[in-house]
């Protein structure tokens, strides 16, 4: 009889088993995405607080692509403001430890959605609580790998048909330098 794991436990777990899946959800063609991405160049107070708003709805349930859009919206004009100011900005509406996580949850979805492209939202089964609750080590591999699966997936797209393109493994296999 294996012995109960605590929640934190069983969340990673959770997350170092969904990895792999997630990686090869990123490795099939980039989906066609209705949702628009468009940067209209708004970094006010208004904006952030707006966006802030959209993920903070408390007993309303978003679906999972709305949801990482938001925080993916959220994410550039944070990335832009900078940390410093992001916080600052985040903790005028919200406690520290809410702001936190709402600006770890937003940076970290507008890496890894600016990384593969952001019509990858539509086709994907990660979540925003999965961005959040990933240990820095954790979202630093995961990182890596998407590049390096990105990476694969556009040079074989990119490749004429029948030329040898480099994969995700022999990248992978590649010595660091």
Not at 10 to 19: E, H, N, S
Not at 38 to 50: A, G, K, M, W
Not at 119 to 148: C, D, G, K, N
Request: proline residues 6%; positive net charge.
């Amino acid at each position: 009889m294996e012995p109960l794991l605590s929640r934190t436990r069983r969340v990673y777990q959770r997350l170092q088993d969904a990895l792999p899946r997630l990686l090869d959800e990123f490795k099939q063609p980039e989906p066609y995405c209705f949702l628009d991405f468009t940067d209209d160049l708004d970094y006010s107070e208004t904006r952030v607080r707006l966006l802030y708003e959209q993920t903070d709805r408390r007993g309303m349930r978003t679906g999972n692509q709305a949801l990482l859009r938001t925080y993916y919206l959220l994410g550039r004009v944070l990335f832009i403001l900078g940390s410093k100011n992001a916080g600052r900005t985040l903790r005028r509406w919200a406690p520290k430890s809410r702001a936190s996580h709402t600006y770890r949850t937003a940076i970290r979805t507008y890496e890894v959605f600016g990384i593969c492209g952001p019509a990858y939202i539509v086709a994907t089964s990660l979540t925003p609580t999965m961005l959040r609750e990933m240990s820095a080590v954790t979202y630093a591999e995961f990182l890596t790998h998407l590049q390096v699966v990105t990476l694969s997936v556009r040079s074989q797209e990119q490749a004429p048909e029948g030329e040898n393109s480099v994969t995700a493994p022999d990248l992978l296999a590649a010595p660091s330098l």
